[in-house]
């Protein structure tokens, strides 16, 4: 399916491993041109260098932390102009309800609330005047069902959700749709660190760990960046132009729900 979108320019943040660089490979093969983003220079230069050479595509890097004010104005600058907007930056670490004090909060909240709300208002208004853009968040299943050690998370990511829920409804009219990618687990360096903490709280191998999350998601194995950047780059295609808002679950099954 051709995605409509060739030509135009995204801004994909924490995008050298993961979830993000399977975003920002589907919209390069789509024909989109880039900026990348992440904090480690040497991972984004060559997946920026691959996806430059594979799909012949623009590719702008910036090595920052997305999560500080400094780094987001840094991105933000080289990114003006552009028609796809993909938040993104690493997750919250996991413990207990009872482990994280006022200053665990607020970290989680800057890295997986506000900073995606300073990306979107610093680019929807440029989306806005153009008369199209789209906005994917990559957030997490937990705003459906809560994961117990992932409490952080499923605060700041909640506060994501409603934001997105207020604020889609407000760009729509102008051609700009925001929606928010669920992503269950996924084969990244993410799974690996959260396996490696129950093999260890365990006393199991990695492979034993994988293979009881597996067990727990009726598709049986884990989700890929490939089929994640997929439905991303489908988003922000030509043909979704009337989904708005929503919330995409891309879980495997492994989030017992009816709707
Ligand atoms: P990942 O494999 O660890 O990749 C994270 C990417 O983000 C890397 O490119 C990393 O590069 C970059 N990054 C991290 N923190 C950053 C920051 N502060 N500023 C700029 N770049 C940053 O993680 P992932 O699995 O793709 O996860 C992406 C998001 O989805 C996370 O928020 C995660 O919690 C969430 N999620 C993942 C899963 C899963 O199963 N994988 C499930 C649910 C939710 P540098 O380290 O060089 O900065």
């Not at 801004?11 to 989109?32: D, I, N, P, T």
């Not at 597996?214 to 997929?230: K, L």
């Not at 929503?246 to 709707?259: K, S």
């Amino acid at each position: 399916m051709d995605l409509g979108i060739r030509g135009k320019r995204a801004l994909v943040c924490a995008s050298s491993k993961g979830l993000g660089l399977g975003c920002a490979e589907a919209l390069a093969e789509a024909g989109v041109d880039l900026v990348m983003n992440a904090r480690g220079a040497e991972a984004l230069g060559a997946e920026a260098a691959r996806l430059r050479s594979e799909y012949g595509v623009d590719v702008i890097t910036v090595a920052c932390d997305v999560t500080s004010v400094d780094g987001q104005a840094q991105v933000i600058e080289a990114a003006q102009g552009v028609d796809i907007l993909v938040t993104n930056a690493g997750g919250p670490p996991p413990g207990l309800w009872s482990d994280w004090d006022r200053d665990d909060f607020i970290k989680a909240l800057d890295a997986n609330m506000l900073t995606p709300i300073a990306f979107m208002k610093a680019l929807l208004p440029g989306m806005m005047d153009k008369g199209w853009g789209r906005v994917v968040n990559i957030t997490s299943q937990s705003v459906r069902a809560p994961i117990p050690a992932l409490g952080l998370s499923n605060a700041a990511r909640t506060g994501l959700t409603g934001y997105v829920a207020g604020t889609a409804r407000q760009v729509a009219p102008r051609g700009v749709t925001i929606n928010n990618l669920l992503p269950g687990i996924h084969a990244t360096d993410r799974a690996e660190s959260l396996d490696g903490g129950v093999a260890a709280q365990k006393g199991i191998s990695m492979d034993e760990a994988r293979a009881e999350r597996a067990e727990t998601i009726p598709a049986r194995r884990y989700g890929t960046r490939q089929e994640f950047g997929a439905a991303c780059a489908f988003l922000c295609s030509q043909h979704a132009g009337f989904i708005v808002g929503q919330n995409i679950l891309l879980d495997g099954g492994g989030t017992n729900l009816t709707m």
